[in-house]
């Protein structure tokens, strides 16, 4: 009699491979963080980010053919007022972009090992130097943002808490959280679950989001971006290169359209990929067209603020544990000695939240549990 395979956090193997993912994942994004550097081309930078990914994941689980590894999330390289899924073809012209002394850079890539994706974006400011006024602004607003978020990620709370208090924090530095942006629960295969946190709402978002209430054993990646701007986002004329597989299915007429889906289902599955991926572009551009228009593939477009503007993410993936939350993968804590705000949380109800540990200490617990078991004082 077979039994269903337990892809649960019960199941130590599942912990490992999130585990895993997430130590390539940041290994790679620590080395492209240290190519970004004055006259970087983003187009460098997003290949070899991908390249990186491919070859770490290759190097772990060998021999074992029914474990499948590779990319989570393509790199994307998205600088100053680009919100977000920047990862340009060579042929696009956007791939001609280079980066220069002072811009602010988001980095986003993930890995997955049989399924089990750990996605990790972090900001970084090109040259290294002090940044001052608003963008200091966003970086510190965004890094308390995700750290009050993930804490507030808990079994028990819902999803409006987390958009609350997001909103909190950023109303302390005078910045906004970019509206309607998603982070997702997670699961095998799956990077963007049923339930979901939204930013900065508009109204009509908030009266048809749904409410729900996080349970343990879930696993979400944690995507929190902060604008200088008004925090609204317009997609323009960028050409979008990444995309993902949708759940349903629909018989395609043409025959690259039927090709190019089948490269994807054999190469990226059910997770994003990037178009430079496949085995020619163009035509994958071209097949990948009736794929969309009939809900096949999912576009992530590329989103821009106003000029002028600057967004700033932080992208952590975490997992809801007996014994608290886990990071599975996560950004580097920003310098804040080179980030001069002038501003801080002063909210009591935030600083209650970040001064709480992700985990619960072996000492913290062990006190708790003599306090419970000692008889109470008349």
């Known amino acids: 009699m077979s039994t269903e395979p337990d892809y649960s956090l019960s199941n130590s193997d599942v912990v490992t491979k999130y585990k895993t993912a997430g130590d390539i994942s940041a290994k790679v994004l620590a080395n492209i963080k240290a190519l970004a ?12 980010g991908d390249r990186q990914l491919l070859e770490e994941t290759s190097k772990i689980y060998k021999g074992k053919k029914d474990i499948i590894k590779g990319i989570a999330f393509p790199t994307s390289v998205s600088p100053n007022n680009v919100v977000a899924h920047l990862s340009p073809l060579p042929t696009d012209k956007e791939a001609e972009i280079t980066l220069k002394a002072g811009d602010v850079v988001k980095i986003t890539l993930g890995a997955q090992v049989d399924g089990f994706a750990s996605i990790v974006g972090d900001t970084v400011v090109v040259g290294g130097g002090e940044v001052s006024g608003p963008v200091a602004d966003a970086i510190a607003a965004a890094w308390y943002a995700t750290e009050a978020a ?52 508009s109204e009509s ?99 821009y603020e106003k000029e002028g503007q600057t967004v700033v993410q932080f992208f952590t993936t975490i997992a809801l544990t007996k014994t608290g939350t886990i990071k599975f993968a996560g950004p580097v804590t920003p310098d804040f000695a080179k980030i001069k705000t002038d501003k801080k949380v002063t909210d009591e ?29 008349a």
Request: aromatic share 6%.
């Open 205 to 303: 978002q908030r009266r048809e989001f749904e409410t729900f209430t996080f349970e343990e054993g879930e696993v979400y990646g944690v995507d929190i971006l902060v604008s200088t701007g008004d925090g609204k986002s317009r997609a323009d004329e960028t050409p979008t290169t990444v995309y993902k597989k949708a759940d349903i299915t629909y018989q395609l007429k043409l025959r690259t359209s039927r090709a190019t889906f089948s490269e994807v289902q054999k190469k990226a599955g059910s997770f994003p990929f990037s178009l430079r991926s496949l085995d020619d572009a163009k035509k994958a551009r071209m097949g990948l067209q009736e794929c969309q228009n009939h809900g096949l593939i999912i576009p992530y477009e590329v989103f």
């Open 37 to 48: 550097v004055e006259g970087a081309k983003i187009i460098d930078l997003t290949t070899e």
């Open 349 to 377: 109800s935030v600083l209650d939240v970040l001064s709480k540990p992700l985990k619960a200490s072996k000492k913290n617990k062990k006190k708790a549990a003599d306090a419970a078991a000692a008889p109470a004082s």
């Open 150 to 201: 993930i804490r507030t990620i808990k079994p028990g709370n819902k999803n409006w808490d987390v958009t609350k208090i997001v909103d909190k924090v950023t109303s302390e530095y005078g910045v906004k959280a970019l509206e309607g942006m998603l982070s997702n629960e997670q699961s095998r295969n799956v990077v963007d679950g049923k339930k979901r946190i939204i930013l900065n709402p």
